[in-house]
T-cell receptor, first 114, second 111 residues
Framework: DGGITQSPKYLFRKEGQNVTLSCEQN?????MYWYRQDPGQGLRLIYY?????DFQKGDIAEGYSVSREKKESFPLTVTSAQKNPTAFYLC?????WGQGYEQYFGPGTRLTVT | DAKTTQPPSMDCAEGRAANLPCNHS???????VYWYRQIHSQGPQYIIH???NNETNEMASLIITEDRKSSTLILPHATLRDTAVYYC????????????FGSGTQLTVLP
């Protein structure tokens, strides 16, 4: 089955450590996105990538980094510079040019930093 | 992108139709209406989208008023698994930017 996978589902880290969240898709989508969701709130865009080897900052990119070396993979690193890293992180992908703009989401990774 | 307004919560009896309204009075001509839902602690799920004609798929129907200032998402036979937060958003097609979710409508399907 085609889809987006994120791992792990739950992640715990100590303050000051960098952590990398995995996102893989086998939908052959060009665009991929990382969002952050805090309790009771909507989505905020961290980074997005339209094609391989290209990515752009979203609204809250500070303290995060990404890479897009393969079409299928878009890992997100939460660095120690991110002041409030505890959140629910969602990865999504979409076909940029086609019949619509549907984004397909992974199951999310809930990161807790103490 | 145009702003949307949705009621914060709604209940629906299992097996009945759930009708979720959305106001988007400032929508412009090139903006589509999209609906997503998010079940607690899961990633959002795309449901349906439309421009000005009514649309139907295997999940739901979307009714857009003639002036496009409001729309209604219809789940024809709601089940307990349809309990989720439903988000209505408007966005210009081809825009490679983020989805901006408002607070949505918490739909609770009651047994």
């Amino acid at each position: 089955d085609g889809g987006i996978t994120q791992s792990p589902k739950y992640l715990f880290r100590k303050e000051g450590q960098n952590v990398t969240l995995s996102c893989e898709q086998n939908l052959n989508h060009d665009a991929m996105y990382w969002y952050r969701q805090d309790p009771g709130q909507g989505l905020r865009l961290i980074y997005y990538s339209q094609i391989v080897n290209d990515f752009q900052k979203g609204d809250i990119a500070e303290g995060y980094s990404v890479s897009r070396e393969k079409k299928e993979s878009f890992p997100l690193t939460v660095t120690s510079a991110q002041k409030n890293p505890t959140a629910f992180y969602l990865c999504a992908s979409s076909i940029l040019w086609g019949q619509g703009y549907e984004q397909y989401f992974g199951p999310g990774t809930r990161l807790t930093v103490t | 992108d145009a702003k949307t307004t949705q009621p914060p919560s709604m209940d629906c009896a299992e097996g009945r139709a759930a009708n979720l309204p959305c106001n988007h009075s400032t929508i412009s001509g090139n903006e589509y209406v999209y609906w997503y839902r998010q079940i607690h602690s899961q990633g959002p799920q795309y449901i349906i989208h439309g421009l000005k004609n009514n649309e139907t798929n295997e999940m739901a129907s979307l009714i857009i008023t003639e002036d496009r200032k409001s729309s209604t998402l219809i789940l024809p036979h709601a089940t307990l698994r349809d309990t989720a937060v439903y988000y209505c958003i408007v966005i210009a097609t081809g825009s490679a930017r983020q989805l901006t979710f408002g607070s949505g409508t918490q739909l609770t399907v009651l047994p």
